[in-house]
């Protein structure tokens, strides 16, 4: 109530020398975008690009993202009777900063759509090429494979790059899955709970 000025919205943080005369005993900093969009829950690291004022209107409209976050798993608890600790899930972020501003996304992104179907295409067939256990004979069948799905040898070495790069993410993924549910339950996974659940 006594944090900042109402009814207009500064560029930039105020500074020291932006403060009255020292008569002035009561003063209040503007309102900037990036305290607007911190309080209502998004991360330092996230941008807006609406034009004019649109930028405002984006983060005034959006429902919190804690707040949704709560909201769901209030839900899910009404329609299944299974309870949460409340506090250990809102403790944790709820956006993974580390995701912010990257190119490639699991299922989508700025890669091209054949690319993430080449990658998924190999993804499985290297799964599939595991279970044979001599290794010579594997990496013979994970050459032939990358051969097929990508026919020109200079673009192999990138997809082979996105590859790699959706593993990791995944793995990332399957762990940070992993200790969100250990969280969520300190005491063990309620009864029922399992569909719910990601696949770890």
Known sequence: MEGFQ??????????VEDFPN??????LPILTQAVLSRARGFPD???????????VDMIADALSPIVA???GLQVYSALTEVSFDLDAAISEPIINEFWI????RLNAGS?????????EV?????????RISDPKARRIKLQELIED????APRRTYLRKVVDRIRFERELKDAEDAARVERLFPNGVPEGTEDWLPET
């Open 111 to 119: 890669e091209e759509h054949h690319i993430l179907t080449q990658a």
């Open 45 to 55: 690291g996230w941008t807006f690009h609406g034009e004019g004022g649109g930028n």
């Open 22 to 27: 020292d008569s002035d005993t009561y003063y």
């Open 101 to 104: 501003g990257k190119k490639l």
């Open 6 to 15: 109402g009814g207009s919205l500064a560029t930039e943080a105020t500074k």
């Open 122 to 130: 190999m993804i499985r067939g290297a799964d599939f090429l595991s």
């Open 149 to 152: 799905v990508e026919p020109t």
């Open 69 to 71: 976050k709560i909201v």
